[in-house]
């Protein structure tokens, strides 16, 4: 049983970045991959990427590319996004999930962008 | 904009069923293996249904997928109150190598 823990709730100006942690627990963390994804207010869900901590490989969806940063700290168990240059449209909650089926999910971290 | 679409909207009442598709195309459901995803309100989605047609432990076998060419089907028997939530069929997609969630369904128990 793997457990996701996301960091709080981040208030950001436009322009600022923000960075989202995910510490897992249970499982091995090497055993598997780490997606994010988000919903803004109101709509539905959105995939920006994924990385594999044995890896350190990562992809992220084109809109984000240039923007978003995943990493992965296997000595902690933890998977971070960093979003840049953020804009009100970035407002949303941020969830990490387990590869490839997203059978775990952390509670969500709500990002809001706002000046 | 979703790549997967869903009807908005099923209800029916309590102890009924509802079936909610999820239409695609031949790169993503076609290609590949679909989930299901129940969102109860202000909570993180849940996994229903893996692999087209598999349950995780603990899912009861009133949630049933199915999967026939470029759509997919969630099918709840004996509809709850707790039901009522909002579902996202969601998948791989080939082309754009990407994963895709649907457009999402609202699931209301009259």
């Known amino acids: 049983q793997v457990h996701l823990v996301q960091s709080g709730a981040e208030v950001k100006m436009p322009g600022s970045s923000v960075k989202v942690s995910c510490k897992a627990s249970?499982?091995?963390?090497?055993?598997?991959?780490i997606s994010w994804v988000r919903q803004a207010p109101g709509q539905g869900l959105e995939w920006m990427g994924g990385?594999?901590?044995?890896?350190?490989?990562?992809n992220s969806v084109r809109k984000f590319q240039g923007r978003v940063t995943l990493t992965a700290d296997e000595s902690t168990g933890t998977a971070y996004m960093d979003l840049r240059s953020l804009r009100s449209e970035d407002t949303a909650v941020y969830y990490c999930?387990?590869?490839?089926?997203?059978?775990?999910w952390g509670q969500g971290t709500l990002v809001t962008v706002s000046s | 904009q979703s790549v997967l679409t869903q009807p908005p909207s099923v209800s029916a009442a309590p102890r009924q069923k509802v079936t909610i598709s999820c239409s695609g195309s031949?790169?993503?459901?076609?290609?590949?293996?679909v989930s299901w995803y129940q969102q109860l309100p202000g909570t993180a989605p849940k996994l229903l249904i893996y692999?087209?047609?598999k349950r995780p432990s603990g899912i009861p076998d009133r949630f049933s997928g199915s999967k026939s060419g470029t759509s997919a089907t969630l099918g709840i028997t004996g509809l709850q109150t707790g039901d009522e939530a909002d579902y996202y069929c969601?998948?791989?997609?080939?082309?754009?190598?990407?994963?895709?969630f649907g457009t999402g369904t609202k699931v209301t128990v009259l």
């Open positions: 999930a387990t590869d490839p089926i997203f059978d775990y």
């Open positions: 249970g499982g091995t963390f090497s055993s598997y991959s």
């Open positions: 990385i594999i901590p044995s890896l350190g490989t990562s």
């Open positions: 031949s790169s993503n459901i076609g290609d590949n293996y």
């Open positions: 692999d087209n047609n």
């Open positions: 969601g998948t791989w997609d080939s082309s754009l190598s990407v994963y895709v």
